[in-house]
């Protein structure tokens, strides 16, 4: 059952992560970090790639959501990812 919620954590943190992502991105301060993703955005645009990325994350959160220490610790390393987006948006 904890997997469960660990995975429905991490769905909900892709979210979050989508939006503060987009926010930086669309007020220009910061970059993306991620060079696969900068690569999607270059070629497909913000919006797509993002969503193409989350989704593809949600896919992979499913299949290791039964490992729980690899579920839980995407928990804390997004976690991080939007904490630092947001104090980049509110720099």
Same mark, same amino acid.
Do not use: M, Q, R
């Given at each position: 059952m904890i997997n469960y919620i660990l995975f429905a954590i991490f769905v909900i943190l892709q979210v979050l992560d989508f939006w503060t992502t987009y926010k930086c991105?669309?007020?220009?301060?910061?970059?993306?970090?991620?060079? %696969?993703?900068?690569?999607?955005?270059?070629?497909?645009?913000?919006?797509?790639?993002?969503?193409?990325?989350?989704?593809?994350? %949600?896919?992979?959160?499913?299949? %290791?959501?039964?490992?729980?220490?690899?579920?839980?610790?995407?928990?804390?390393v997004y976690t991080y990812i939007i904490y630092s987006n947001y104090k980049i948006m509110k720099a």
């Open positions: 991105l669309t007020i220009n301060k910061g970059h993306e970090a991620n060079p %696969v993703v900068a690569f999607g955005i270059s070629k497909i645009g913000l919006i797509p790639a993002l969503a193409i990325y989350k989704l593809f994350a %949600v896919v992979v959160g499913w299949f %290791v959501k039964d490992v729980l220490i690899a579920i839980a610790i995407l928990d804390v």
